[in-house]
Nanobody, 121 residues
Framework: QVQLVESGGGLVQPGESLRLSCAAS????????MGWYRQAPGKQRELVAT???????TYVDSAKGRFTISRDNAKNTVYLQMNSLKPEDTAVYYC???????????????WGQGTQVTVSS
């Protein structure tokens, strides 16, 4: 099995930055696309950014120019650098990853447990 563990959330003031990390652990797996989602209170979970195994990134419009997604394939880790944070960025942030296990070609999406980001003065 594979586990995704996020870290780096917290309470910051508007305009400040945070860097989220999400590390995958387990045995004998291959990671393909990784992504970050967020869910604010009372709202549906929404996509923030994705990054392919070759490093191609996509962003939701509200994140463009402020957030940067990156990954370290050697460490099985994806990052989300968030700059110029706004109160509306407040949410629980989840990472996910499309993974195959061992020699299987079956692609399954795994999720982390989430990390709280609060932007408030």
């Amino acid at each position: 099995q594979v586990q995704l563990v996020e870290s780096g959330g917290g309470l910051v003031q508007p305009g400040e930055s945070l860097r989220l990390s999400c590390a995958a652990s387990g045995s004998s797996f291959n990671i393909y696309t990784m992504g970050w989602y967020r869910q604010a209170p009372g709202k549906q979970r929404e996509l923030v950014a994705t990054i392919s195994s070759s490093g191609t990134a996509t962003y939701v419009d509200s994140a463009k120019g402020r957030f940067t997604i990156s990954r370290d394939n050697a460490k099985n880790t994806v990052y989300l650098q968030m700059n110029s944070l706004k109160p509306e960025d407040t949410a629980v942030y989840y990472c996910n990853a499309d993974i195959t296990l061992g020699t299987s070609w079956v692609l399954r999406t795994y999720w982390g447990q989430g990390t709280q980001v609060t932007v408030s003065s």
